[in-house]
């Protein structure tokens, strides 16, 4: 945990006095090993970074008054449509996504993916959540990512992707292309990734016809987990 990630309810008595139990108090405690005094860096959810100075050490709490005063990093102008992938992978994919500065994530059905993904509890909204600000804590950002499922292939494509991808770059993963993912861009990107096995040639066509180019990352076909964090790096 590079950043404590702070909330409202945290804020007791003052503007600038949080209190923090919980998870984040456990790893505090054990980790950084913090005494009265000491202090850590912490920052307000979709505001401002700063540090905290601990002020009083509790039985399962620690209370520390906070100054937040630096902007939280730039984020990535991409935007990430993905195939919903087996929830344990879901997991690592949201984390990675939010430590890598994405802000917008569609997780969206397509033909290989099972519909018994769609029930899992990793899709729950508290499952998410805490993969997200997991990989805040890692990034040292504080800008909440947004994570939208759209369990229908076709009316997502047609009704909603041409407004989502104007005045982007929207590219495709698929390793059959024979087009190279471009290298450094300069302007903000709309990246689809489909599930294991890649979408079939009908998702392809109607992504072609939605604006998209279809693009490669060389020989090797990589597990979904290892692709995004790959391609994000080669884009941006």
């Not at 471009?182 to 079939?200: D, I, N, Q, W």
């Amino acid at each position: 945990m590079n950043l404590i990630l702070l909330f409202k309810e945290d804020f007791v008595g003052s503007s600038k006095r949080v209190r923090i139990s919980g998870r984040r108090y456990e790893h505090i405690i054990s980790i950084h090993r913090v005494s009265a005094g000491d202090e850590l860096c912490v920052g307000l959810a979709d505001g401002k970074i700063g540090t905290g100075k601990v002020t009083s050490l509790g039985d399962g709490f620690l209370e520390m008054d906070v100054i937040l005063t630096k902007d939280p990093p730039t984020p990535l102008a991409a935007t990430l449509v993905l195939a919903l992938p087996r929830p344990i992978v879901l997991r690592r994919i949201i984390l990675t996504a939010a430590s890598m500065g994405v802000k917008k994530i569609f997780l969206i059905g397509s033909a290989r993916v099972e519909k018994s993904y769609w029930q899992s509890p990793a899709l729950k909204d508290p499952t998410i959540r805490e993969q997200l600000i997991l990989g805040l804590e890692q990034a040292k950002d504080t800008v909440m990512p947004q994570v939208m499922l759209r369990k229908l292939f076709k009316p997502f494509v047609e009704d909603e992707l041409p407004s989502i991808i104007k005045s982007t770059l929207a590219i495709t993963a698929h390793p059959e292309s024979p087009e190279a993912c471009p290298r450094a861009v300069a302007g903000p990107v709309t990246l689809a990734v489909g599930p294991e096995g890649g979408f079939v040639p009908y998702e392809t066509d109607k992504l072609r016809e939605a604006g998209f180019s279809l693009v490669n990352m060389g020989e090797r076909i990589l597990r979904v987990e290892t692709a995004i964090p790959a391609l994000l790096s080669r884009l941006f």
